[in-house]
Structures are given as structure tokens and as C-alpha cells.
Nanobody
Framework: VQLVESGGGLVQPGGSLRLSCAAS????????MRWDRQAPGKERELVAM???????IYADSVKGRFTISRDNAENTLYLQMNSLTPEDTAVYYC?????????WGRGTQVTVSS
């Protein structure tokens, strides 16, 4: 299993970013995928989860601003982030659980600052 995140960077408050996660080594379309994040000095937390059924879960802090989606043909998970605030600053990780094992990529840094 390999997960490679990209798309992070420095953005001003109110700006937008689109994160991508390229997945390989498993049947992407058959698994629930999620985005987690970890801010400095804080625990890793769920941002959004997308099940194979299409149902989604969002953290309360990102509802209405972030959208998780997937392209099963491209084995890619996305996170569209709008109206970013400094509180969204964190390393963002793609996650999948395959055969009871959690996998994360190396993450992509998102910094929201003026």
C-alpha cells in the first residue's frame, strides 16, 4: 500500500487549496478513504471520510468549507479546501485501513497565514 499526498502550500486566510492523494497497492475503489490532519502540538484528527457507498463524514470544524471526493479510475483521493483559516494549518494525511492495518502517506503541509 502506498499513499502519496500533494497539493499543500502556503495560502492566505480565505484562500483555497486542493489536496490530492495518489493511491496504489490495493483496490482503491473498494475501500473507505479519509483525510486526517495534525497541527503542531496537537493530536492527529479526522478531517473527512468517504465511504465506498458515497457517504461522507466531516469534522465539525470543516463542514461547509471542505469537500472530499475520489476518482476511482485514477486511484486518487481529493480534498477541496475553501475559506481557509489559520486554524487549518497542519500536515494533511491520506489514510486507508487495509486488512486491519492503518496506512498513511508522508503528508502535505498546509499553512494558512497572511
Amino acid at each position: 500500500v502506498q499513499l502519496v499526498e500533494s497539493g499543500g502550500g502556503l495560502v492566505q486566510p480565505g484562500g483555497s487549496l486542493r489536496l490530492s492523494c495518489a493511491a496504489s497497492g490495493f483496490t482503491f475503489s473498494s475501500y473507505t478513504m479519509r483525510w486526517d490532519r495534525q497541527a503542531p502540538g496537537k493530536e492527529r484528527e479526522l478531517v473527512a471520510m468517504l465511504r465506498t457507498s458515497g457517504s461522507v463524514i466531516y469534522a465539525d470544524s470543516v463542514k461547509g468549507r471542505f469537500t472530499i471526493s475520489r476518482d476511482n479510475a485514477e486511484n486518487t483521493l481529493y480534498l477541496q479546501m475553501n475559506s481557509l483559516t489559520p486554524e487549518d494549518t497542519a500536515v494533511y494525511y491520506c489514510n486507508v485501513v487495509v486488512r486491519s492495518t492503518n496506512y498513511w502517506g508522508r503528508g502535505t503541509q498546509v499553512t494558512v497565514s497572511s
